[in-house]
């Protein structure tokens, strides 16, 4: 079989990319390395972390590479930075950790990033990226108001990994730990219903299982990327039940 310059290239790109998988240096951004990507990203963060900005929230990553982008920009990519970060045991990297799971990554091509000390290179990556840590600072809080329950802020509930899961309350058989509960005998409520969580400094809600919710009468759709901003105040409706939000400042 005749072999084409494409062939080639395509077969020596393929043993580069076995040796760098061997080597633990692999970037490549292919099912089997997304991780070895991010691990990249969380080292170089951890060797330079005496000069980063300390409590930093949020990031910016600068790249002209679409499928790094589009990969830093993903769900998938923002719970797997965050996991690794938060896997490293380091307090300082617990804010980032948890503002990255909220979604406070910010992708920029290469030209746009800034000339200032704060902005770093990736080690060990074969493709170009560039990031600087900053700090988003979120001056309002989420009242939540209950049916036969004190109303609470969600500040005042332990957040998980940044986010608040709610669902109906069930001591004997729970399905996952909540930051706060609904009724018991809301029986038409699903006990892992959704998240609410800030990012940008605004407030959002996701629903995770049946029932869909309703905000202020408006459905909310289950799955991956539907999420509905809470806004001013209103309502949130599961069935025929619901309880109230209030967006306030702190």
């Keep these: ?33 997304k991780i070895g990507f991010c691990n990249a990203i969380v080292e170089d963060i951890i060797n330079k972390l005496g000069d980063l900005v300390s409590n930093s929230d949020s990031v910016c990553f600068y790249t002209d590479d679409s499928t790094a982008g589009n990969f830093l920009n993903s769900i998938e990519g923002h719970n797997l930075l965050s996991s690794q970060l938060t896997s490293k045991n380091l307090a300082e990297l617990l804010p980032l950790a948890e ?48 049916e036969g329950q004190e109303p609470f802020y969600l500040s005042e509930k332990k957040s998980i990994n940044g986010i608040y899961p709610f669902g109906r309350e069930d001591k004997e058989k729970p399905l996952r730990t909540n930051s706060f509960t609904l009724p018991s005998d809301w029986k038409n409520v699903s006990r892992a219903q959704g998240i609410i969580y800030p990012k940008k400094g605004r407030w959002f809600i996701k629903g995770q299982n049946r029932p869909k919710m309703n905000i202020n009468g408006e459905p909310l759709d289950i799955g991956i990327g539907n999420e509905k901003e809470l806004a001013g105040s209103g309502t949130i409706e599961i069935g025929t039940t619901l309880f109230k939000y209030s967006i306030e400042s702190k």
């Design 1 to 33: 079989m005749k072999t084409t310059a494409k062939t080639r290239t395509g077969l020596l790109r393929f043993i580069k990319v076995m040796i760098r998988t061997m080597l633990g240096l692999e970037s490549e951004l292919e099912p089997n390395s």
């Design 99 to 146: 503002g990255i799971s909220c979604g406070q990554v910010f992708v920029r091509p290469l030209s746009e990033a800034p000339k200032d000390t704060e902005v770093r290179s990736v080690n060990n990556l074969d493709l170009p990226v560039l990031y600087k840590l900053f700090t988003q600072t979120c001056n309002t809080d989420c009242k939540i108001t209950i």
